[in-house]
C-alpha cells in the first residue's frame, strides 16, 4: 500500500549530505560537479549520487509596465542558445540581469532598467522568485514589475563590454497577451512575469497608489 499523500513535503535541505563539489569548468559561467546522498522517501539514505551543476549566479527579470499609457517596455536581443529551435534568435523579453556579489536583487533591477532599456524606475513590485531549471543549474530568478513612463522608451541600448545590442518596443498590455498565444514570446522569465502580472494587476497598481 502506498503512503497516504501528505500536503507539504516531508524533507528539507538538512535531508542532503554533499559529499565532495569539484569544478569541472571556469569561465563566463560555472559547472560543477557534486557528489551527494539524500535520504529516500520509503527510508534510509541514497547510495552516492553525482550531478553536474551549471551555476551561472542568481538573477533578477523586470517587466516595465506604464499604467497610464497601458503600456509595457520590452526589449529584443539576440540569444544564441535559441538557434537550435527558433525561428529566430532575436527574442521578444523582460529586461534581466545577474546579482552581482554585494547587491541587491532591487539595486540590479534599477541598474538593468537604465543600462538595456534606457528607463529610470519609479516604483517596484517583488512578484515571486523561482528555480530556471533545477535539475541542472542552480540558478533562481527573482521577478519585479516596475513603475516606468514608457512614453521614454526608445532607441538601442547595451553594454559595449558585454557584447549587448538591444532594441526597446513599447507594447500594449493586449498585444504582449496576443503574442503570448500566439507562440511569439517564449522565453520562461518574460512569459512567467507577463502571466503573474495578469493574474495580480489590480493588486500591483493598488500597491502603487498607496506608496
Not at 533545477?134 to 541600448?157: N, Q
Request: proline share 3%; hydrophobic share 40%; with cysteine.
Amino acid at each position: 500500500m502506498s503512503k497516504k499523500l501528505q500536503s507539504t513535503q516531508q524533507f528539507s535541505a538538512n535531508d542532503v549530505q554533499v559529499l565532495d563539489k569539484k569544478t569541472l569548468y571556469q569561465g563566463f559561467f560555472k559547472m560543477v560537479k557534486y557528489g551527494f546522498k539524500h535520504k529516500l522517501f520509503a527510508g534510509g539514505w541514497s547510495d552516492r549520487v553525482e550531478r553536474e551543476i551549471f551555476e551561472r549566479g542568481h538573477a533578477v527579470a523586470v517587466l516595465p509596465f506604464d499604467p497610464v499609457l497601458d503600456e509595457f517596455v520590452m526589449i529584443e536581443q539576440i540569444r544564441i542558445g535559441a538557434l537550435p529551435t527558433s525561428s529566430t534568435p532575436w527574442l521578444l523579453e523582460v529586461v534581466a540581469g545577474i546579482i552581482d556579489e554585494g547587491e541587491t536583487p532591487e539595486e540590479v533591477c534599477h541598474r538593468e532598467t537604465k543600462e538595456e532599456a534606457g528607463l529610470e524606475i519609479q516604483k517596484l513590485h517583488k512578484a515571486l522568485s523561482y528555480l530556471a531549471s533545477p535539475g541542472g543549474t542552480s540558478e533562481r530568478l527573482h521577478i519585479y514589475v516596475a513603475l516606468v513612463d514608457a512614453s521614454k522608451a526608445t532607441g538601442v541600448h547595451g553594454l559595449d563590454h558585454e557584447s549587448e545590442d538591444i532594441l526597446v518596443h513599447r507594447v500594449s498590455s493586449k498585444r504582449a497577451f496576443d503574442w503570448i498565444n500566439q507562440g511569439k514570446i517564449d522565453n520562461a522569465a518574460t512569459l512567467i512575469a507577463l502571466q503573474w502580472f495578469s493574474m495580480n494587476k489590480q493588486q500591483v497598481l493598488e500597491n502603487w497608489a498607496n506608496d
